[in-house]
């Protein structure tokens, strides 16, 4: 069997053989182009281990969650990379992939990490089915760099290479996304981080121990499908971080008493109000720059809006499994209709019964709440995410989309970042469900209503001060 991933890959590999020899309009000489860097591909949504600069001045790199740096080559002083825009196959999360477009592999396209001061050369070939062009969101450059088609350069046609050159002039958290046809572009994957880091000690950043990055990015893919509609315009069904969902976003691995960053950039087409448990953080940058330390405060949630960088810093000093996620809930599922009436209180006892005699799998949810969805093993159609999902060590997360776990550990040795598994909670510091009544009526002596029993209907009582009973 031909499998599509293998076939992508012979695909860009013969077509990066036939733009050595493609016309350039951008004025690249054929010499050139015959020696463009080595195009990196990779083919697995892991988390890659960061990557330490081979050369030019060194730095602490950053992780990219689920993702990858882009590596270079030193030539005649110029940091020299290579940047492949095609069709690729992206792995959301286990058991769901989507038919994406993106760089060198992958949506998002690798990180592209330099230091304050570097010239930096980018060779970007075409092969997706339409033209493109790529615009380095929030750099300092000459505006022919900028990237917008029609406006600042011809588009990027199919099968050409350009080069973009200009030098990192300003440290900071930085995206790059095309800027032609971007509806379209940007609803299909295409984006990726860039990092400048800063060239000497700089007043406003710190060294850290840990430093992560991710895209916020969304997508409309009909449940039991593979590609994303690119017209919707608000009603994303996937909201992900590096195009991956929960449960397939890699926790983030520290250890106790380091100094943490994380950086995230927003390519989706709403805000996204990013919260920590456990921790305060600041927010240290922001697409602007470093942020002067007297101009800081503490936070536990911090707003990303559309098409801006939020850089946060904390110090890991609490042990433990910490949630890390996106605040509007909507955000924490996968694949949901929005066309669903709420059941909550309806009673569809007898009713479920009289429709499994005509649709033998109908299945009555939402009487009680959606939590059933986490436990209840669904049907559901080949290719998607259940809504919410997730394993922890206590039972269903009922979480899906926009979810981490920032795992905080003081026996982790020194450069261990691997995943320690679950937090063993010392005894007696975990949360649990009351013993017995006698119990319950010494942790909450004014108590006088006896326990309910578990079997009893549901009752809810109404303003004017009668009891409903169930029915
Ligand atoms: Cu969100």
Redesign the pocket.
Known sequence: MISRRNLFAQMAAGAALGAAGAVNASGVSRVALAALPEPAQRDNADTAPPLTPPNGRPYNPVVTLNGWTLPWRMRDGVKEFHLVAEPVLRELAPGTTAHLWGYNGQSPGPTIEVVEGDRVRVYVTNRLPEHTSVHWHGQRLPNGMDGVSGLTQPAIKPGETFVYEFVARRPGTFMYHPHADEMTQMAMGMMGFWVTHPKARHPHIATVDRDFCFL?SSYDIDPGSYTPRTMTMTDFNL?TWNSRVFPGIDTLNVRLGDRVRIRVGNLTM?N??IHLHGHEFEVTGTDGGPVPRSARWPEVTTDVAVGQMRQVEFLADEPGDWAFH?H?SH?TMNAMGHEVDTLIGVDHRGLAARINKVIPDYMAMGERGMADMGEMAMPIPENTAPMMAGEGQYGSLEMGG?FSVVKVRKDQKPGDYSDPGWYAAPAGTVARAVATPAEASRAHPAATSPAVPASEPLRVRKPDGRGHPGH
Do not use: I, Q, R, S
């Open positions: 916020l909201w709403t996204h109000p996106c509007k955000h926009m």
